[in-house]
C-alpha cells in the first residue's frame, strides 16, 4: 500500500511576509552637500543657488534622491529646502539621509501601512535572507505591529523556521 505524501508546509497554514517584496522601486541618486562647501566648512547661500541652477536635477528623474552632507558641516535647513524644490520636478522622493536612513524609515511606513485583518489570529513567517538587503529595524518594526494581532510570528522560510513570538494560550 503506497503512502500519500502530505505537504505539512501547505497544511500548516502559514501566511509567508516577504518584506524585500517592499523594497523601493525606484533606483537611488545621491546629492553630497560637501560639494558645494566654501573650505568644506560653510555653505554660502549666493554661491549654493547658483551652483544649483547650474546643476543638472533631470539625471535623478524617477529616482530616490537622498540629499546628505559627508563632511563635518553644519547644514542650514534652507539648504534642504532649496535642493528639494530644485529636484522635486524630476525626482520621484527627495530624502534628507543617506540610503540606510531612507531604507530603514521605508520599512517602517510598510510595517505602518500593514492591514492587520489579514494577519489576524494567524500564523505569519517573516521570510529572511532574500536578494536584497532588508534592515534588520524593519523585521523588528514587522515584529511589533503583528505581535498584538497574530498567532506566532516566525522567521526563516517556511520549511524552516526560527520561532520570534507564540501568543499563549486562553485558558477556560
Known sequence: MAETLTNRVAAAGLITLKLEEHWPKASFGTFDLKDYLFME??????DFRAALKEHDFSQYRDKILLVFCSADAIIPAWAYMLVAAAASPFAADVYQGQ???FLRDHFRRVAD????????????????????????????????RLQPVVKSVMYGEPCSTLPVFKKPRERK
Do not use: N
Open 41 to 46: 566648512l560653510i555653505l554660502k547661500e549666493k
Open 99 to 101: 540610503e540606510e536612513d
Open 113 to 144: 501601512s500593514l492591514d492587520l485583518s489579514d494577519f489576524e489570529g494567524k500564523r505569519v513567517v517573516v521570510k529572511g535572507c532574500g536578494e536584497k538587503p532588508v534592515p534588520a529595524s524593519a523585521y523588528l518594526d514587522v515584529t511589533a
